[in-house]
């Protein structure tokens, strides 16, 4: 099931990472911030998509390297996300309370897969 999960915190990562022009006024900070968010966010999907495809009985490709850290990372990232939920003014799509349950169980999921990776 990781690869499930990989595919939802990548998915969510990279929607985010669209949405930080409207977070932050600083461009340098929008830049990096978008820069950090795009490469974990695309990392797991490569991961979960090459899982999955391997579990097809597809070539087994090679796995990026940091998977720990980028777990970590990714998951803490995640986490930090939640606060555009919280303040009315600040939420990115106020309708869609689905989004705020995967990004919080993702990113609670990708640091428990960091913290038990080897």
Same mark, same amino acid.
């Given at each position: +099931?990781?690869?499930?999960?990989?595919? !939802? /915190?990548? =998915?969510?990562?990279?929607?985010? /990472? =669209?949405?930080?022009? @409207?977070? =932050?006024?600083?461009?340098?900070?929008?830049?990096? &911030?978008?820069?950090?968010?795009?490469?974990?966010?695309?990392? !797991?999907?490569?991961?979960? =998509? %090459?899982? &999955? +495809? &391997?579990?097809?009985?597809?070539? /087994?490709?090679? #796995?990026?390297?940091?998977?720990?850290?980028?777990?970590?990372?990714?998951? &803490?990232?995640?986490? %930090?996300?939640?606060?555009?939920?919280?303040? #009315?003014?600040?939420?990115?799509?106020?309708?869609? #309370?689905?989004?705020?349950?995967?990004? /919080?169980? @993702?990113?609670?999921? +990708?640091?428990?897969?960091?913290?038990?990776?080897?």
């Amino acid at each position: +099931m990781s690869w499930l999960w990989s595919i !939802f /915190a990548g =998915f969510y990562l990279v929607a985010y /990472a =669209f949405w930080l022009p @409207s977070l =932050f006024a600083n461009l340098l900070v929008v830049v990096l &911030a978008a820069a950090l968010t795009l490469v974990l966010g695309l990392s !797991f999907l490569y991961d979960g =998509f %090459s899982t &999955a +495809m &391997a579990l097809q009985g597809g070539p /087994a490709t090679k #796995p990026l390297a940091l998977g720990r850290a980028r777990r970590l990372a990714g998951g &803490a990232l995640l986490l %930090s996300y939640l606060l555009v939920y919280v303040p #009315p003014h600040g939420r990115i799509v106020a309708h869609w #309370p689905l989004d705020l349950a995967i990004t /919080a169980v @993702s990113g609670a999921i +990708m640091l428990v897969y960091g913290i038990q990776d080897q």
